[in-house]
């Protein structure tokens, strides 16, 4: 059975750092592409951060580059993000998402989230 499974959420201060890891399983980690995307209360779900295959190539959108860094071990089939200097406006669920690049349609996959709530 495909899993992703995030954890790490939980309450931070603003300013404070937290780090978030999906466990993947049930499907070749190392063939897709990772994605953390985030929902926050009442708006659309959006990406924050993506990797490559390797690892070798990461992306992080404008409102959370510098403080969040995505990173991946494929001999553990782990992606982790690395959050720090959160704030506020970081509240929301975290979810974990593997896309496939080698197959059309590509194949995707989400785990069930972690809630990240940054507050004083």
């Known amino acids: 059975q495909v899993q992703l499974v995030e954890s790490g959420g939980g309450l931070v201060q603003p300013g404070g750092s937290l780090r978030l890891s999906c466990a993947a399983s049930g499907f070749t980690f190392s063939s897709y592409v990772m994605n953390w995307y985030r929902q926050a209360p009442g708006k659309e779900r959006e990406l924050a951060a993506t990797i490559s295959i390797t690892g070798d190539s990461t992306y992080s959108v404008d409102g959370v580059k510098g403080r969040f860094i995505i990173s991946r071990d494929n001999a553990k089939n782990m992606v982790y993000l690395q959050m720090n200097s959160l704030k506020p406006e970081d509240t929301a669920v975290y979810y974990c998402?593997?896309?496939?690049?080698?197959?059309?349609?590509?194949?995707?996959?989400w785990g069930q989230g972690t809630q990240v709530t940054v507050s004083s």
């Open positions: 998402r593997a896309v496939s690049t080698s197959s059309w349609p590509p194949r995707v996959y």
